[in-house]
């Protein structure tokens, strides 16, 4: 890769709902829990959707259990899939262009149940003494 220069192309600028957290694998885990559980107890969100991407994904899942055991009564929702990324490339010689198969994660914790079956319903009433 020392022939090729990796070219910044402008990210399509998707819209971030004021629930929705997008957690990356630099950002600190204390003010990503902070912001949930302000928008669960103080704002008065009925639920919130943690995302990420890549190496943040496991970090999205501690932070999650850690909401879990700071709000009670939260359900969950966990969706897992995949995405593709394209990376282009600027040649010193010769063009290249290389695509990165990615992991998704997005985690709801909702204060109401689910009113629709969905896949990967975790309830937590069991946790709830």
């Not at 639920?47 to 055991?69: H, S, Y």
């Not at 700071?70 to 990376?87: C, F, M, P, W």
């Amino acid at each position: 890769m020392d022939r090729y220069q990796r070219i910044e192309k402008p990210q399509q600028e998707t819209p971030i709902n004021e629930n929705e957290i997008r957690i990356t694998a630099q950002g600190r885990i204390r003010n990503y829990i902070t912001y949930a559980t302000t928008l669960l107890q103080e704002k008065g969100s009925n639920e919130i959707a943690l995302k990420a991407m890549g190496r943040a994904i496991n970090k999205t899942v501690m932070i999650t259990e850690l909401i879990k055991r700071r709000v009670a009564g939260l359900h969950q929702n966990t969706y897992i899939g995949s995405t593709n990324i394209t990376d282009m490339w600027e040649p010193l010689e010769e063009a290249l262009e290389t695509t990165r198969h990615v992991s998704v994660i997005t985690i709801t914790l909702s204060n109401k149940e689910w009113t629709h079956p969905l896949q990967g319903i975790r309830h937590l009433s069991h946790l709830i003494k």
